[in-house]
Structures are given as C-alpha cells and as structure tokens.
C-alpha cells in the first residue's frame, strides 16, 4: 500500500502561480511513475503531468512551458510548479502513484486549485 498527501493549492488570480506537493509513504519500490491529473466539474480526469523514479516527464499539451513536475526520491516527494495560470486551470488536482513492475496504483485525496479571471 502506498499514501499519499498533497498540498498547496488554493485560489490565485491569473497569471499567479502556485506550487503543488505530494508526499508518498508505504511500501515504495524502485521503478515507478509518479504524476499529476486533475479534473474539473463535469469533465473527466486527465492527464496533467508524470515523472518516473528516473526522472523522464511527461505534459499534457496545455500545460506544455508553463507547468514543471519534479521529484525528490530521497524525500518520496513530487512538486508541481505551476506558472502563467489560466482560468481553464481550475480543477481539483490530484496525485497519483503507480508501480511498473505490476500495476498497482495509488490516488491522493486531491487539492483544489482555482484560478480567477
């Protein structure tokens, strides 16, 4: 079993920024892509952004230049740094861990972020 917890998000006006964490606790094992997605009210999940244990990322198109996802593996810890802010933005965002080796994959409770125009 993997945990995780995120925090930081809240309300910015656009343009603003705002920087997203997720800390990972439990069983956690070499090989694994840790990510963003979001979803916003009346729409599915998508993808927002990943990163594997050995640091290849992975965006979704529009966050391409304006959002960057890193990880502290020593700390079990994934950042979103998330810059230029859009109204289309807004969104509960949530992490996500899931294990090459058989599939298994964790959720994070999400934390809300809205964007004001």
């Known amino acids: 079993q993997v945990q995780l917890v995120e925090s930081g998000g809240g309300l910015v006006q656009t343009g603003g920024s705002l920087r997203l964490s997720c800390a990972a606790s439990g069983r956690i094992r070499s090989g694994n892509v840790m990510g963003w997605y979001r979803q916003a009210p009346g729409k599915q999940r998508e993808l927002v952004a990943t990163?594997?244990?050995?640091?290849?990322?992975n965006y979704a198109d529009s966050v391409k230049g304006r959002f960057t996802i890193s990880r502290e593996n020593a700390k079990n810890t994934v950042l979103l740094q998330m810059n230029s802010l859009k109204p289309e933005d807004t969104a509960v965002y949530y992490c996500?861990?899931?294990?090459?080796?058989?599939?298994?994959?964790?959720w994070g409770q999400g934390t809300q972020v809205t964007v004001s125009s």
């Open positions: 990163i594997t244990s050995g640091g290849s990322t």
């Open positions: 996500n861990y899931k294990q090459l080796t058989n599939l298994y994959k964790s």
